[in-house]
Structures are given as structure tokens and as C-alpha cells.
């Protein structure tokens, strides 16, 4: 399984700055039975984090963009297939790269293991 750790760890962070909020929900509510205000608590964090949430895991800001093509020939094999190539990550940036070089599933897969090598995000 790939794991965004951009994501996860922003994700993580949402977590734990969730607790302070709704321990606040709760001691303003600390009145009422603790199982209403902690239901009340729960839906107050649904409404904020459900849209921290999504944003966290649908942003295309926080993940690699790539781009693929059909019909392409891999620039390193030369095989006629669907093709990838790393558009933009964190610290690659290839979206104004007028001769893109589309790669072949096993090719590409080589690519981004010397790209990773190397430092880049992908």
C-alpha cells in the first residue's frame, strides 16, 4: 500500500488539534448530561473536521500529479502502451516541460525509484 505521508501526517495533526476543541465543546456544555453534551461535542467536530478531512485527503496540493496517456512510445524501452510521467511534486516540477517523456508501467516504475533516490517526493 502507498502512503501519502503529507497527508497522514496533516491528518495527524487534525487529530490531535481536534481533542482541545471539543474537551472545550464539552466543559462549555459540562451542565448538561455527559452523554448529550458529548453527542453534541461529536457533531460539533463532524460539521468543523468533516471539511479538514476532505480537503486533507482530495487536495491535489498535497499529492504527486501525473499525467497518462494512451497510445504512447516509452522514451527508455521504446514499447507502445499507455504512459506515465511525473507531472509535479513537492520538489519536482516538470508542467511546463514542452518535450514530456512518457514512460512504459515497468519503466516508469524505474524512473520514480531513481527520483526517490535522488530526493524527490514522488
Given amino acids: 500500500m502507498d502512503v501519502n ?17 471539543l474537551a472545550g465543546v464539552l466543559i ?3 451542565t448538561m448530561d455527559p452523554i448529550t453534551a458529548t453527542v453534541i461535542a461529536n457533531l460539533i467536530g463532524g460539521l468543523i ?4 478531512d476532505r480537503f ?3 487536495s491535489k496540493a498535497l499529492a504527486a500529479q501525473w499525467e497518462v496517456k494512451e497510445n504512447i512510445r516509452c522514451v527508455d524501452c521504446g514499447k507502445v502502451c499507455r504512459g506515465y510521467r511525473l507531472v ?5 516540477d516538470k508542467t511546463d516541460d514542452n518535450t514530456p517523456e512518457f514512460r512504459c ?3 516508469s516504475q ?7 533516490e535522488r530526493g524527490v517526493d514522488c
Fill in 5 to 21: 505521508f503529507k497527508r497522514y501526517g496533516l491528518y495527524l495533526i487534525r487529530w490531535q488539534l481536534s481533542t482541545p476543541l
Fill in 28 to 30: 462549555l456544555l459540562s
Fill in 49 to 52: 473536521f468533516f471539511w479538514v
Fill in 56 to 58: 486533507i485527503f482530495t
Fill in 88 to 92: 509535479k511534486t513537492t520538489n519536482y
Fill in 105 to 107: 508501467e515497468t519503466c
Fill in 110 to 116: 524505474k524512473k520514480t525509484e531513481e527520483l526517490r
